[in-house]
């Protein structure tokens, strides 16, 4: 009958149709009793992850599985209870789509908008991926769910990652639709305009001669007859090139795939025909190389009908997981074929016959019971797996969107906020970056710079040389015994004339002493120049720093770094030089001296007192004492100078190369204020830098409204 309730017969099936995402079926409700949703302030309601069955038409002759023993009543009396009944389910509906609104709607919603955001670009959300191999069925898969016509034809069809977002409407809105891509946003009116919108897009994004690319097309579907759901539909996996598509035109899918598989954070939907072998099935081995357990992997079979009689067996075992196990499992469904398009058959309808096919079907009746097959069961699975996963997701997600977001900020803080336009403000925005400048060059003097990473402070750099000056001196004294002796030797050899031995002359010391004393001024004058290094090093550094962005501030910051370095490390050497001419002249304080000395003799005492309780047999060749004498004294007099110069050096290099050099090089900065000519030279800003500047924040804005989204979505 045509027109039973007053609607023409299409009306009836849109209206069918309209149900098939909304009601809840019981065994979706225990089965998420058995799952669980343990965080009360996440929980969903149960019965709204549902999507139910499509009802019979009323001309079929099978009736739902619950109902299979009932018998058809009368019409008045079937009107009246459908009057009652409908009064009640409108009520329950009411209250079960709003819960749903509520609990389900935000989750998914939640990831379109940090997708829509572009968070995609700082970290991987949470997303469920279709993959399958060239003619698998994978676009008649997704027509069914999203109610819409794909792009169809030989070779690859989907040559770009297609975000398909399925939006679930109150049947009382039209339908609509919008694409994105680039800066591309074009609104649909109509279902019909879907294909050739990706089409265009597709062209757009990956040109006209069958090439793919990465970059992906989002679209956008709302309307009564599809579940709530999200989906990245991907390339089909091709093995050959055709027409003018690249050689290697299969290895970039395969990287494309990959790429997105591979993310622990996407559930892969994996579609395999039933009439081939599954396991040597491209796509369910890509899925294994990056998911081997299969914990984020759900198989779906397609083509039912087109298996060979007597293998329907082989297909149960492979949906039970009995064959290539995963930990998802396997669903199978009957979609439209190429003959059912060209007989221009409504994806209504081929739902409706989808139905029969399994409920009528002698070996896969028993899938359709438990719920493992037909499309309004696929859309039901994945769109509990993909709120779950979406749940489970989130604490991580929302700490990595936090760290990506104080890393991004610390990164912009080395970027200005871009020259200013006045000269009065290029004047005040000079003053800033020199006086910020100065501070950090002020603060590295006293040893109190800021430090970032794994740095170490200039002073303690500066330390080290200084310790390494220390060593040389005492590597000195010690040879001072090994060299005086010999030195005594030779004077007695050579220049002692009427004296008596023993006794010492004074010249020969104090040539001893002046000896010792010239073969450290060179390396005292190494240690200058390596901390003069450390020096300009670290002022180079802070230019740099602060002066990233603008490529002639910096360099004048750098040209006048170099100049006062030379003029400080000429002005440095003369007094280390100086100081070692007055360490030429042998003086000291009798009371230093004679301290110095009686310290020696009582050590040389009690090594001497040791070495005789040590000793056995006589001792040949033994030091005269004249010559223990004269090392007693050299030893003596350069242990005094050894303390001088171990402090008067460092001093010097201290005052020359590390302060005077950076009260200099901030009173040269200052003075470039007074250039006011050269404003606008100085303040040229580097090109990279406004780019990247601008990079970093539209990051840091993006990253913040994710952080919004997620507080918004933890108070519902």
Not at 481 to 486: A, G, H, R
């Amino acid at each position: 009958m045509d027109n039973l309730h007053g609607k023409p017969k299409n009306q009836q099936a849109m209206d069918r149709k309209s149900v098939a995402f909304k009601q809840p079926s019981k065994r979706t409700t225990v089965a998420l009793k058995k799952d669980g949703f343990e965080s009360p302030s996440l929980q969903p309601s149960l019965e709204a992850f549902s999507v139910p069955l499509p009802e019979d038409l009323e001309d079929e002759n099978f009736l739902m599985s619950e109902n299979v023993s009932e018998r058809n009543p009368n019409y008045e009396q079937k009107d009246l209870k459908k009057q009652y009944d409908g009064e009640e389910d409108e009520a329950a509906e009411h209250t079960l789509y709003n819960q749903y609104e509520e609990k389900i709607r935000p989750c998914i919603d939640l990831i379109d908008s940090l997708r829509a955001l572009g968070i995609e670009k700082d970290l991987a959300l949470p997303a469920i991926a279709v993959i399958g191999d060239q003619s698998s069925g994978k676009s008649s898969v997704l027509e069914a769910l999203s109610g819409i016509a794909l792009p169809r034809g030989n070779g690859i069809v989907t040559r770009c990652p297609l975000e398909l977002k399925l939006k679930r409407i109150p049947a009382t809105q039209a339908w609509k639709g919008k694409i994105c891509y680039r800066n591309i946003s074009m609104e649909l009116q109509n279902a019909s305009q879907v294909e050739k919108a990706i089409r265009e897009a597709q062209n757009v994004v990956a040109g006209t001669r069958g090439a793919i690319s990465g970059e992906l097309i989002s679209l956008e579907i709302w309307s009564p007859d599809v579940p709530d759901l999200t989906l990245i539909d991907l390339p089909g996996i091709a093995r050959v090139a055709v027409g003018d598509q690249p050689k290697d035109i299969g290895e970039q899918i395969k990287m494309l795939l990959k790429k997105i598989i591979g993310c622990k954070e996407t559930l892969n939907l994996v579609v395999v025909p039933c009439n081939v072998d599954i396991a040597t099935t491209e796509a369910l081995k890509m899925a294994q190389e990056v998911d081997p357990s299969g914990e984020r992997t759900l198989g779906i079979l397609t083509k039912p009908d087109l298996v060979d009689r007597g293998t329907e067996e082989s297909i149960i075992n492979i949906i039970r997981n009995l064959v290539v196990p995963l930990k998802k499992g396997y669903m199978i469904v009957k979609c439209r074929g190429q003959q059912d398009i060209h007989n221009k058959l409504s994806l209504a309808t081929a739902i409706q016959q989808e139905r029969k096919f399994f409920e009528t079907h002698k070996y896969f009746s028993i899938l359709m019971e438990e719920g493992r097959a037909t499309i309004p069961h696929l859309a039901e699975r994945l769109t509990n797996e993909l709120v779950r996963h979406i749940i489970k997701s989130l604490p991580t997600l929302e700490n990595q969107i936090r760290e990506v977001l104080q890393k991004t900020l610390q990164n912009l803080q080395k970027y200005s906020s871009g020259t200013p336009r006045t000269d009065s403000e290029k004047l005040i925005f000079l003053t800033d970056l020199i006086k910020l400048f100065n501070q950090d060059i002020s603060q590295t003097m006293r040893g109190e710079e800021q430090l970032f990473a794994n740095e170490v402070r200039l002073f303690t750099k500066i330390r080290r040389e200084f310790r390494t000056w220390a060593v040389i001196l005492l590597e000195s004294a010690a040879k001072v015994k090994k060299n005086v002796p010999s030195k005594v030797w030779k004077y007695e050899d050579h220049y002692r004339g009427r004296e008596f031995p023993g006794f010492t002359n004074y010249g020969t010391f104090e040539d001893i002493v002046k000896e010792q004393i010239i073969e450290l001024e060179e390396p005292a004058i190494r240690i200058l120049n390596n901390v003069i290094g450390l020096v300009e090093e670290k002022f180079m550094e802070l230019a740099k720093r602060h002066f990233a962005n603008f490529h002639n501030l910096n360099r004048a910051a750098k040209t006048r770094i170099e100049d006062i370095r030379e003029k400080q490390a000429v002005e440095a050497e003369r007094h280390i030089r100086t100081q070692f001419k007055m360490e030429r002249i042998v003086y000291c304080q009798d009371d230093l001296y004679i301290n110095d000395l009686n310290y020696l003799t009582a050590e040389n005492t009690t090594k001497a007192s040791y070495g005789k309780e040590m000793q056995v047999g006589p001792v040949l060749n033994q030091e005269s004492t004249f010559v223990q004498e004269m090392v007693s004294h050299t030893k003596a007099y350069l242990n005094g100078a050894s303390k001088r110069l171990c402090n008067q050096v460092p001093l010097i290099i201290l005052s020359f190369a590390l302060h005077d050099f950076g009260d200099k090089l901030q009173t040269t900065m200052l003075h470039l204020l007074q250039e006011k000519d050269e404003l606008s030279h100085l303040l040229q800003e580097d090109s990279e830098a406004a780019k990247h500047r601008s990079y970093l924040t539209q990051q840091v804005n993006r990253l913040t409204k994710a952080c919004q989204y997620l507080r918004d979505f933890s108070s519902l």
